[in-house]
């Protein structure tokens, strides 16, 4: 399927060439590669599973309905959505051969992925924000930090970011496909589907945007909670508890693994796939999409204690149902 080419006989009335379908080549003369799109099945699971737990848990529990919790849900809200968009076609693909995926199909799979995984970024800068406001402004963020104004912040960061996608698929729409149809990478990717193009049409929009939506997503986000972090510190230098110190590094320590394991994989990834091999960039890609929903979830319940607290009191709650339930009346 290398060789899969396009027909240049087959246009539109605007002289431009959409083929039917494309070909996602996915790894390259890789073994036993079945096992890791079972390992990916697995994460998938745990990843819907946890998120769901998470969103329950804070719509049941009361004393969640605070505003830094409006963006925990949207994360979890996010990360549910991406796994969907991404996993199950995955699966589908190359566990049953079927790596054909028509032009609208891949359009759409393009937006709706890198669509949640913006939102992901924006929501992790969100509650660096909120981080930030908590121990730089303490009396100040019962003010800053509202249900309205953190509605405002993710409705603008969901608006930003669905135009960002439309514009980065509505340049596609203009490029012409007349020669290879083989995407290099594990789904509809946004660089090795552009390129495809460039034989027969004019991509710098499309390079333009793809220098630009890494600096938006991920170099922006990250310089930004990166700054936040070093006024927290500059902030807890000056608090003379250790308690209290103590007490306010708790509060970050969720946030800063979320972080950690959402940037800094993708960026390194980003930064040095000149030098990485093709089969080693996409497993990197693959993980860096996957994991982070499945072990957001897991690093809230063990990390944060207000959800600690409320994961608890569902549980007694349960249990004191099963109880009343189990006696004989």
């Known amino acids: 399927m ?4 396009s027909d240049p006989n087959q246009t539109d009335v605007n002289d431009i060439i959409r083929p039917p379908y494309f070909f996602i080549s996915g790894f390259i003369a890789v073994p036993d590669m079945k096992y890791y799109y079972i390992f990916l099945c697995f994460v998938y699971i745990i990843s819907l599973v946890g998120n769901t737990f998470v969103m329950t848990g804070i719509y049941v529990d009361r004393s969640l309905h605070s505003p830094k919790y409006i963006a925990v849900f949207n994360l979890a ?7 969907t968009a991404l996993v199950p076609k995955l699966l589908d693909m190359f566990l049953f051969s079927r790596q054909l995926i028509s032009y609208d199909q891949c359009l759409t799979s393009l937006f709706f992925v890198f669509l949640f995984i913006t939102m992901q970024s924006f929501n992790l800068t969100i509650l660096s924000y909120d981080r930030l406001v908590a121990i730089c402004c303490p009396l100040r963020y019962h003010m800053m930090i509202t249900h309205r104004s953190m509605l405002q912040l993710t409705g603008a960061a969901w608006a930003f970011a669905v135009l960002m996608m439309l514009i980065s698929v509505c340049l596609i729409t203009r490029l012409s496909f007349c020669r290879s149809l083989v995407i290099d990478s594990y789904l509809c990717d946004h660089g090795p589907l552009f390129r ?15 220098y630009l939506n890494p600096c938006i ?19 807890l230098f000056t608090v003379t508890l250790p308690q209290d110190r103590l007490r306010a590094i708790k509060t970050c320590t969720s946030h800063l693994i979320l972080v950690a394991i959402f940037y800094l994989p ?5 930064l040095l796939q000149s030098l990485i091999p093709t089969n080693a960039r996409i497993i990197n890609l693959s993980l860096t999409s996957i994991l982070p929903p499945m072990l957001n979830p897991i ?4 990390k944060t204690e207000e959800f600690k607290v409320s994961v ?10 099963a109880v009343t339930q189990g006696k004989p009346t």
């Open 77 to 83: 809200f996010t990360d549910v959505c991406e796994s």
């Open 266 to 270: 993708v960026i390194l990834t980003y």
């Open 217 to 235: 997503v991920l170099y922006l986000p990250m310089v930004f909670i990166i700054s936040s972090y070093i006024c927290i510190t500059h902030a």
């Open 2 to 5: 290398s060789s899969l080419t």
């Open 312 to 321: 608890k009191k569902m549980l007694r709650r349960g249990a004191q149902r």
């Open 196 to 210: 495809l193009a460039a034989p027969c049409s004019n991509v710098v929009p499309n390079q333009m945007m793809a």
């Open 299 to 302: 690093i809230y319940v063990l």
